[in-house]
């Protein structure tokens, strides 16, 4: 059988990964990137349970270790910088390691195998019986056998062949900007969390230098752009008037900085995630938030979905209907937690986060605590 052709939008986590294993599965893989080469928010994001059962089939747990952070804490302060509670993050399972770094490992792990094309994206896509013309902003028109979308919440892929962004994404309530910082952090082992009232701020040790997050609740923006900074800007500066602490010396840093990503944490919910030969993974098909196991829900999906396609590469529809079948039993349960994580980490009242404090010295939380920066992972 000649070697089937795979188109895969995103170079993030799931793309790479879905390239990785393709390749081992016989078919001849094509990565497409918007980006001009390797990007990530660079927050710290979690591969366990079935994803580090990926990694360690990939051969690169030892990398990730190598990339791992080191908090073993997290810490809850007032106004003037007092501890008003702790939570051990020990016990959680899996490694901790920033999202930039995870992206770098697995690209690594699959380049030899796979075709990348970056800086670069598809503006239309039209199926038949026997495979997908593709059309490309910049480079030539290309023919593939499949095309899966790995790009993300935003997600081009799923907006050219199911629908507008509107149709499949619910906006949770809360927002996420992160920030890195210079220098290296005060405590490395430690996430320290100041919080007001429907607002929140992290600084995450990250590795060597910080990680500033800011999370903070806010009703759906008409016309928001994920991609607009200026906008972004105004947002943090709103919501966080006021605000003691740190915050103050960190919304001027958020005034002159040129990396600043600020996104909706959204749910993404959809009936199917294939539609004849084009099939989404990862966020694009099932974002669970920007606080969840975003990573190692794709790295797990990427697997079983080049696992199914393996095993009927003639029948692509009937891979698509096992890889979701699969692989909703994952998501599904994550997607039914948001509300519990955003009520943990940003109390929308005086007396939640008293509550929530008060909390903090008789439970654990490991479960919310090991979600609180961006693990927007497609």
Known sequence: MTE??????????????????????GFRPT????????????????????AARVAERMGITAKLREASTDATALKFVDDAGRRTGRVALGGAGGIELPRTDLAAIL??????????????SITELRQDDGGVDVTFERGAPRRFDLVLGADGLHSNVRRLAFGPEHAFVEHMGVYVATLPLTGPPADPTAIVMYNSP???LALHPS??????????RGEAVPGFDHRDSALHKRMLAEAYAG???????????????DDLYLDSVSRVRMDRWASGR???????????????????????????????????????????????????????PKQRTVSTAAALLIPATRGGLAARNFATRLLPLVT???????SHAS
């Open 368 to 374: 919310a605590a090991r979600r609180l920066t961006p």
């Open 207 to 216: 590795r060597g230098r910080g990680i500033a997050a800011f999370m903070f």
């Open 4 to 25: 089937q052709t795979v188109l895969i939008s995103g170079a993030g986590v799931a793309g790479p990964a879905l390239a990785y294993w393709l390749a081992r599965a």
């Open 198 to 200: 429907g607002r929140a």
């Open 31 to 50: 990565v497409v990137e918007r980006a001009a080469g390797l990007r990530s928010s660079g927050s710290p994001v979690d591969v366990r349970g079935p």
């Open 278 to 332: 084009i099939a989404l993974a990862g966020d694009a098909a099932s974002c669970v938030s920007l606080f969840g196991d975003g990573s190692t829900l794709a790295m797990a999906g990427a697997y079983t979905l080049a696992e199914e396609l393996r095993r009927t590469p003639a029948d692509a529809a009937a891979a698509f209907r096992r890889y979701e079948d699969r692989h909703r039993k994952l998501v599904e």
């Open 107 to 120: 690209h690594e792990a699959a380049r030899a195998d796979a075709e990348f094309v970056f800086h670069d």
């Open 243 to 257: 605000a003691g602490w740190r915050v103050p010396e960190l919304l001027e840093r958020v005034r002159e900085a």
